[in-house]
């Protein structure tokens, strides 16, 4: 069984900072790739930043110069680093992960941590 564990949302005003936290958990053989999207209701979940194993990233176009996202693989973690926020912003982010585990490999979503930009 493997857990993905989002942290880090809440409230900020425009121009603001945050920093969201993911964690994979359980029986986890490899990670990879992980990556964040967000969803607002009635529109579809999209993809915000994702890092390979290899080591390469990618970053939407609505957040390049603005979000980073990196990775601890020691800790099967993953951050994304979010600065001058925009009220555009505003969404449950999800983090995702393609993870091997001894017997298969899929994809994993977290829960979602919801983000407010608002001043």
């Known amino acids: 069984q493997v857990q993905l564990v989002e942290s880090g949302g809440g409230l900020v005003q425009p121009g603001g900072s945050l920093r969201l936290s993911c964690v994979a958990s359980?029986?986890?053989?490899?990670?990879?790739?992980m990556g964040w999207y967000r969803q607002v209701p009635g529109k579809p979940r999209e993809l915000v930043a994702s890092?390979?194993?290899?080591?390469?990233?990618n970053i939407a176009d609505s957040v390049k110069g603005r979000f980073t996202i990196s990775r601890d693989n020691a800790n099967n973690s993953v951050y994304l680093q979010m600065n001058d926020l925009k009220p555009e912003d505003t969404a449950i982010y999800y983090c995702?992960?393609?993870?091997?585990?001894?017997?298969?490999?899929?994809?994993?979503w977290g829960k979602g941590t919801l983000v407010t930009v608002s001043a």
């Open positions: 359980g029986s986890i053989f490899s990670i990879y790739r």
């Open positions: 890092t390979h194993v290899s080591g390469g990233t």
């Open positions: 995702d992960a393609i993870i091997a585990t001894l017997t298969a490999g899929m994809a994993y």
